[in-house]
């Protein structure tokens, strides 16, 4: 079946230092992938999403690029703040029909001043 | 943008009592609503499918009888665990697809914290 594996944590980086979060897939077919956030105290947000192969999602400084050759999906940033101290999850579904999403266990961020 | 609210945040039950988790979608309608489960440092596990006007679609090895789920709106879905003990302690959260949305337009609950005593 479907399935994530994300990159454990806890990360702890300085502010403006790069953040790669890796995460690898695996999955029948084409599946869209997403990147989930979670701030302390609040639900999941989107991040962002890519769709097909070779696809980059990007939103808010972080970009990930779907590459199937690898079944790799990682997020990255080139300068965090603290502000992107949260909880970020990998996750994949199958596409339009199956609207059910698995997640990989999360990685805990914390960006210090 | 579209909002969910899961309510309550947090809750303590005594062993042998039923808890009610409420999943609201505020701004839209959702036909589909999912429930998850999240252990400490562990990844989001779906429970089930709540199909509006249906039965829920469980996963496996969840047990129907013990997470009643009920989905009798288009922006109310209840997840009721049943005869809780201290194993179904764990953080609850719904998420919420809009009805002719976009395939992409999940939104989730801020969860709920339960520990059974």
């Known amino acids: 079946g479907n399935s994530v594996t994300q990159m454990e944590g806890p990360v702890t980086l300085s502010e403006e230092a790069f953040l790669t979060i890796n995460c690898t897939y695996t999955a029948t077919g084409y599946p869209s992938l997403f990147w989930y956030v979670q701030y302390p105290g609040e639900g999941l947000q989107l991040l962002l999403k890519?769709?097909?192969?070779?696809d980059k999602g990007s939103n808010k400084g972080f970009e990930a690029t779907y590459r199937k050759e690898t079944t790799s999906f990682h997020l990255e940033k080139g300068s965090v703040q603290v502000s992107d101290s949260a909880v970020y999850f990998c996750?994949?579904?199958?596409?339009?029909?199956?609207?059910?999403?698995?997640f990989g266990a999360g990685t805990t961020v914390t960006v210090r001043a | 943008g579209a909002v969910v609210s899961q309510h309550p945040s947090w809750v303590i039950c005594k062993s042998g009592t039923s808890v009610k988790i409420e999943c609201r979608s505020l701004?839209?309608?959702?036909?589909?609503m999912f429930w998850y489960r999240q252990f400490p440092k562990q990844s989001l596990m779906l429970m089930a499918t709540s199909n509006e006007g249906s039965k829920a679609t469980y996963e496996q090895g969840v047990e129907k009888d013990k997470f009643l789920i009920n989905h009798a709106s288009l922006t109310l879905s209840t997840l009721t665990v049943t005869s809780a003990h201290p194993e179904d302690s764990s953080f609850y959260i719904c998420?919420?697809?809009?009805?002719?949305?976009?395939?992409?337009?999940?939104?989730f609950g801020s969860g709920t914290r339960l520990t059974v005593v």
């Open positions: 890519a769709t097909k192969a070779d």
């Open positions: 996750a994949l579904s199958k596409g339009p029909g199956d609207y059910k999403l698995s």
């Open positions: 998420s919420a697809r809009e009805t002719g949305g976009s395939f992409y337009g999940y939104t």
């Open positions: 701004d839209f309608q959702a036909t589909t």
